[in-house]
């Protein structure tokens, strides 16, 4: 992903979106946070498994913690 962060850290990884209560694909899901934010995800198919099946609750969150709980990993850069 490039995106442009300010230095002190905030930016879209900081904005709060809105994740509805979902079971679907992770691709699907991170399509979800692509139409909160406009922003589009490209990824390594390798790290990230396009075709598991994630559940996501209902809930606020930032996007850096909805890529997380989407993905299962908090080393993604």
């Known amino acids: ?6 230095a002190d850290g ?3 990884f ?12 992770v691709y699907q899901s991170l399509a979800k946070i692509t139409e909160e934010t406009g922003y589009l995800f490209i990824y390594d198919s390798k790290v990230i498994h ?4 994630v559940r996501v609750r209902k809930q ?3 996007v850096r913690q909805a890529i ?9 850069e």
């Open 60 to 62: 606020e969150c930032s």
């Open 14 to 25: 900081d904005r709060i979106i809105r994740l509805p209560r979902t079971e679907a694909t």
């Open 50 to 53: 396009n075709d598991s099946v």
């Open 10 to 12: 905030s930016g879209i």
């Open 1 to 6: 992903m490039a995106v442009r962060v300010k």
């Open 68 to 76: 997380h709980r989407i993905t299962g990993s908090r080393n993604l």
